[in-house]
Structures are given as structure tokens and as C-alpha cells.
């Protein structure tokens, strides 16, 4: 038998939270200080080796879909593996699907998303549920007497797996089906029809080419009534708590986010309630796509910082060619930008959910130009670390004990679902239109920083955004890019150590970015911004 030598000791147990310096020092900018406790408590749960392994155990044992009872009857239920359950009650019972409502105050909605960003970091797929549920409840409040019964479950914190009508269980969560076979992006394609009952009710027959989560307790569905597309909330029990008429088609089979379910489903006169104006659909669902494009970039930023724990824990141990790997020089040139990444998308991230907290015109603003940009950029930068994170392992990363192929194989769907890369653009385009005083507030925010590398970018950028082709679609990636460097480098420049913000203005305001990870110029103080993204303690 040979001997085991050179090998990093696992990454676990450790603290989520106070091992993160980044996590730590935004949660406290963006006032968040009180859930300091809380966020601890959490983070220690979530590095327990028993609870790491829930995240491993949920992936590998898929949930499967039981259409029929062994007689013929309709059940559509999904049956999951007790680790996905296990992982859902640590969810809910640290408020990560509902808090911020329940318990509103100043930063609320920030450590929530801190909170998420650590739980995603174990398993990603139970935050679909979770995410759902939180950005649900805006639009829900457009039909009081609706969330007058739904709320008061949806805040409640000892989850609850049972499949029984919405009246006898503890807590529920929500999930929602926007996307048709013939089109998700154009939502105004939705085929999908309601029929006015006597009662004001309805009954919706049409499909939905996905539709996750599928058991949650209701969904916000988009539908065509007489008076166009509207949103509805169709549960999984009718009043008379018979099974609505959803049927579970199939489950997809997912490149990644395995452990949850990603359904087709038909509704066959399925029972649903209006939600909001009749034939304001979209306008009352796009609250929801809000909030869950703000959990899009929480995940992809938890993608990265797990991907960089995992790395540059392994660079501190491992030896090559008698030197540490985070001692070669290139290795800690590719350690550093990858942490530069993680952390601008930590900080903008956080920055963001701040704007969810506040109801001032700047954070309005902020809200609906930010999101879609930081939705674009964050989510398309975390499929590549991903990749290059795996790489720092070795031939070890690409094996499954590792959580480096999980990740990976994550990361791609941030950037597709609740808006894909392209729509995001072209909604910035149309946000920093529509926006009265866009152009103002983004340049207050890149305004003295002090980097003469920043205000050289920001000034161009205000002006390609004040110019008579600003809405030339081709370049709206380049613009929402653009955007976010500008923004993540202003709060490095304000928040993090000058070598930090030093290096992300050299790498990322430069006309050479972009390419591998790596590529860090000569200068940066490499080994500092790697040591600092290192897990602590
Ligand atoms: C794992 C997973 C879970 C999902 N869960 C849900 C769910 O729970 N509920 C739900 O409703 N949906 C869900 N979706 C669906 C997802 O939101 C859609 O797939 C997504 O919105 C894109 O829609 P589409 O697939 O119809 O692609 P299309 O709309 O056909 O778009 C294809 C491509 O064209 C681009 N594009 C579209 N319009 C333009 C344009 N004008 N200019 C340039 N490019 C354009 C898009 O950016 C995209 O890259 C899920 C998807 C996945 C992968």
C-alpha cells in the first residue's frame, strides 16, 4: 500500500463567515453589523463536514419524478433524498427564503444575501426554491386578501416537507413558470390560457417548458385571460384540497444543479387566483425576476469564493517542484486574479442587496440599472473561474470527491435562467434610458474614488452612454461590462487594501483585459491578494 503525502488536508470544518474577510468586511459596510451572530452560527453550520456532505449527498441521489400510483392515479409528486430536506430546514430555519419580509430593518435584505452566498457555497440546488420564495413575495403583495393567507407561511422557519394543502402546513415555499417551449425570453408568446370561473377564480390549460422546484407549494404563472397576459397564483391543492390539475411531464436532465428538480409540466384546468391587473403580467412578475436576478449574482459570487477557498487552501499545502503552489510565482499571479474576481463580485453584490434595503431615488436607480448589468457580468465571469479553480487542484479537481466539477458544472446556469446574458444587456440599454437621472446617479458612485486609471475609464463611459448610438444593441455587452468594472473597481478603490484595488484597476480598466486568469501584470502585490482571499482561521 503506498503511502498518502503532499495532500491538503480537507477544507472542513471550517467557518463559511468569519473565514471570509471579504464576506465579513461588506456584510459591515453595507450595514449589516447586527447579524454578525447569526451569519457566524450559520457559517459554522454550513462547514460542518456532516453538512458539506448533505451538499454531496443531495447531487448524487437525484429527485425522481412519480407520475402514477401503482392503480393509475395521478400523484406528480417528486421524491427527494433526505439530505436535500436536511439542507432546506438549515435554509429556512436561518430566514434565507423570507426574512427581509418578515423582519424588515436597515440591512436586512444584505444579510440575507450573505447568508445565501454561504449556503449556495455547499449546495446550490436547494437556493432555487429559497430564491424563489423570496422574490415572490413582492408581487404576491398585488393581491392582499392572497398574501393575507400565503405570508404568514411563506415567513415561517421550521420548513416543512409534507405534500398537503396549503392550510395545514407550518411553512410553504413558491416557485414560478414564465418559460413556454416557443419562447422564454419573449414572454409575450406565452400561450398558456386562463378562463374566468363564476367565483372570479380560473382555470389555466397550457405548459410550461420549464418550471423548477416543482414541489413547492404554489406558483407564480404567467397566463393569456381575456384582457392579455397576466399572473396568477396557482397552488398545488385546490380549495377543496384535491391535487390541482398539474401535471409533471418530465424532469429535465441537467447539466449541473442536480439535486434539484427542473420540471415540464401541463396544466389541465389547473385552479388559479389572479395576481395584480388583469393583463399587467409581466409588469407584476418582472418584481419577482428582480429579486431573483439580485440571487443570481449572490450565487455566482458564492460560486466563486468557494471555487477560490477550495483553491487557494489547496495552493497552501500542496508542494511542486519544492515550493508551496501559492509560492510559484504564476500560480499566485492566477491565485490573485481569481480572487480580484471574487471579491468585485462579493462587494458589488453586496452592494446591491444594500439597494434593495433603501427606497431613496439613488438606490432605485441603482436597483433597476445595476441588476441586470451585475446579472450579466457576475454570472458570465463564474463558469471560467470555476474552470480555472478546478485547474489549481490538478488532475484532483476534475475527480467528483472534489466539489470543484460541481461547481463547474453549476455555474453556467445563472447566466441562462431569469434572463440570459443577451436580454440582460439589451434591459440595461432600456434601464439607463427610461431611468430619469440614470447617467446622474452611476456617476456619482464612480465619482472621486481618487485612481486616475478609473476616472479616465468612467469618463468614457459616461460619454459612450450619453451618445446618439447608446442604444446600439450589438455593443450592449460591452457597455454592461463596462458598467460593472467601472462600479466594482470604484469599490475597491473606496473599501478594499490598495493592493487590491491597485491590481483590479491595472488588470480590469486596462484595454488588455480579458483572456485567462493569470495575466496579472507586473507590479501587483500578487501574494497579498491571494493570502488575504485564502479561508481564514
Ligand atoms: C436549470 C434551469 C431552471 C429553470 N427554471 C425555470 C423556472 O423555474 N421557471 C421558468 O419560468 N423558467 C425556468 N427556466 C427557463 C429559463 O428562464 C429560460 O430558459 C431563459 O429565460 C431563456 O429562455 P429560452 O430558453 O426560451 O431561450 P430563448 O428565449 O430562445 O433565448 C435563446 C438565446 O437568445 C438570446 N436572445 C433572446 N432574445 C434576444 C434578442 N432580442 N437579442 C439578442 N439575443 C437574444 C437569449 O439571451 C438566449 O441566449 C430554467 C432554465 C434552466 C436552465
New binding site residues.
Given amino acids: 500500500m503506498f503511502d498518502t503525502s503532499n495532500q491538503p488536508p480537507p477544507l472542513e470544518p471550517y467557518n463559511l463567515f468569519t473565514s471570509d474577510i471579504v464576506l465579513r468586511e461588506a456584510v459591515k459596510r453595507e450595514q449589516a453589523n447586527w447579524a454578525d451572530n447569526g451569519l457566524t452560527t450559520l457559517g459554522s453550520t454550513l462547514g460542518k463536514p456532516e453538512v458539506i456532505k448533505l451538499g454531496f449527498d443531495a447531487n448524487k441521489f437525484a429527485p425522481q419524478l412519480k407520475t402514477l400510483d401503482r392503480y393509475g392515479h395521478r400523484l406528480d409528486e417528486v421524491e427527494f433524498h433526505p439530505a436535500w430536506h436536511e439542507l432546506l430546514a438549515i435554509a429556512l430555519r436561518a430566514g434565507l427564503h423570507s426574512s427581509p419580509w418578515a423582519e424588515p430593518k436597515p440591512g436586512a435584505h444584505v444579510a440575507r444575501a450573505a447568508g445565501t452566498f454561504m449556503l449556495n457555497q455547499v449546495e446550490s440546488g436547494v437556493y432555487c426554491p429559497v430564491a424563489?420564495t423570496y422574490g415572490a413575495v413582492p408581487t404576491l403583495r398585488h393581491a392582499p386578501d392572497i398574501a393575507k393567507q400565503w405570508l404568514p407561511k411563506i415567513f415561517g422557519r421550521d420548513y416543512d416537507k409534507r405534500f398537503i394543502p396549503m392550510k395545514e402546513k407550518i411553512t410553504v415555499l413558491l416557485?414560478?413558470?414564465?418559460?413556454e417551449n416557443q419562447?422564454?425570453?419573449?414572454l409575450r408568446t406565452n400561450s398558456t390560457r386562463a378562463e374566468v370561473q363564476g367565483d372570479g377564480t380560473y382555470r389555466l390549460h397550457g405548459n410550461?417548458?420549464?418550471?423548477?422546484?416543482p414541489m413547492c407549494d404554489a406558483f407564480l404563472v404567467l397566463a393569456q385571460s381575456a384582457k392579455g397576459l397576466s399572473c396568477f397564483l396557482m397552488p398545488r391543492w385546490t380549495p377543496e384540497e384535491k391535487r390541482n390539475a398539474i401535471h409533471i411531464v418530465r424532469l429535465?436532465d441537467?447539466l449541473g444543479?442536480r439535486s434539484n428538480a427542473?420540471s415540464e409540466v401541463e396544466f389541465d384546468g389547473a385552479y388559479a387566483q389572479l395576481v395584480g391587473d388583469e393583463g399587467r403580467g409581466i409588469p407584476t412578475i418582472i418584481e419577482m425576476a428582480g429579486h431573483t436576478r439580485l440571487d443570481c449574482c449572490i450565487g455566482s459570487s458564492g460560486l466563486m469564493r468557494q471555487a477560490v477557498a477550495q483553491a487557494t487552501h489547496h495552493a497552501r499545502y500542496r508542494v511542486a517542484f519544492q515550493k508551496k503552489l501559492i509560492d510559484q510565482p504564476l500560480m499566485t499571479n492566477v491565485l490573485a486574479d481569481m480572487a480580484l474576481e471574487s471579491e468585485a463580485a462579493t462587494a458589488l453584490t453586496m452592494r446591491l442587496a444594500r439597494a434593495y434595503d433603501e427606497s431613496d431615488e439613488t438606490a432605485q436607480v441603482f436597483r433597476r440599472v445595476v441588476t441586470p448589468a451585475a446579472k450579466f457580468w457576475i454570472c458570465k465571469r463564474a463558469p471560467s473561474l470555476c474552470l480555472e479553480a478546478m485547474e489549481v487542484l490538478g488532475g484532483s479537481g476534475y475527480i467528483e470527491d472534489s466539489i470543484m466539477p460541481r461547481l463547474y458544472r453549476e455555474a453556467p446556469?445563472n447566466s441562462?435562467?431569469?434572463?440570459?446574458?443577451?436580454?440582460m444587456c439589451?434591459d440595461v440599454l432600456r434601464a439607463i434610458e427610461r431611468t430619469p437621472n440614470a447617467a446622474e446617479v452611476l456617476k456619482r458612485e464612480f465619482a472621486d474614488a481618487g485612481d486616475g486609471r478609473l476616472k479616465t475609464f468612467a469618463v468614457a463611459l459616461q460619454q459612450r452612454m450619453q451618445a446618439a448610438d447608446r442604444n446600439d444593441?450589438s455593443q450592449a455587452r460591452a457597455l454592461a461590462r463596462d458598467l460593472v468594472l467601472a462600479l466594482q473597481a470604484a469599490l475597491l478603490i473606496r473599501h478594499a487594501p490598495p493592493a487590491v484595488a491597485d491590481a483590479f484597476c491595472a488588470s480590469r480598466l486596462s484595454e488588455e483585459r480579458g483572456g485567462a486568469f493569470g495575466a496579472l501584470p507586473r507590479g501587483v502585490n500578487a501574494r497579498a491578494i491571494a493570502e488575504r482571499a485564502a479561508p481564514q482561521g
Fill in positions: 424563489m416557485g414560478m413558470g414564465m418559460t419562447g422564454g425570453s419573449d410550461k417548458w420549464f418550471m423548477s422546484a429535465k441537467k444543479n427542473s446556469v441562462i435562467w431569469e434572463g440570459s446574458g443577451n436580454v439589451l444593441e
